[in-house]
């Protein structure tokens, strides 16, 4: 299981499944929940992650060896995969795809999901480096900051003369 910062359980309603969620903060007050779950009945893991960048959320089902996994990878760029598990049947499906795969390859058929979504980001902005030159905006406060310095000067002077 992944270590996070604290941990938390989350078990199914018939009993048969838990999901240990090492919860991991990644920047103040973001949070990454990394799941494992259990088949209790089996004694034995269904699915375990492998990065703290993988965040998950589960639902019960009323079919029975069922549930559903919603997983993210941090940073959340919106987008989220559904892991469909039927583990008396050995299977999940990913996005209601109808294809069923066998449960040891949901992790890596997740992780192609996501490197297939991350190429197709597009790149990000190219780094700008900040100006140097002044813009007109600064001249013309610079400008008026000198003028505003010579007129109280100037009126200073005057006061102490005619005073």
Not at 8 to 23: I, K, N, Q, W
Not at 35 to 45: E, I, K, M, Q
Not at 76 to 85: K, P, R, V
Request: proline content about 8%.
């Amino acid at each position: 299981m992944v270590s996070g910062d604290y941990l938390r359980s989350e078990t199914s309603p018939d009993g048969r499944f838990r999901v240990d969620y090492a919860e991991n903060e990644m920047r103040a007050s973001q949070w990454v929940s990394a799941p494992t779950v259990h088949d209790l009945s089996r004694n034995a893991v269904v699915f375990k992650v492998d990065s703290t960048q993988l965040h998950g959320n589960e639902e019960w089902s009323n079919e029975p060896g069922c549930f559903t996994l919603y997983m993210s990878k941090y940073p959340y760029g919106g987008q989220n995969w559904q892991l469909d598990f039927d583990v008396d049947a050995g299977t999940v499906r990913i996005d209601d795809e109808e294809e069923r795969h066998p449960i040891e390859s949901a992790l890596p058929l997740l992780w192609c999901r996501i490197r297939a979504w991350e190429k197709a980001l597009p790149p990000p902005p190219p780094y700008k480096r900040p100006s140097n030159k002044p813009k007109l905006r600064d001249l013309v406060l610079g400008i008026l900051i000198v003028l505003a310095f010579v007129a109280a000067v100037a009126l200073f002077f005057y006061l102490r003369e005619n005073s």
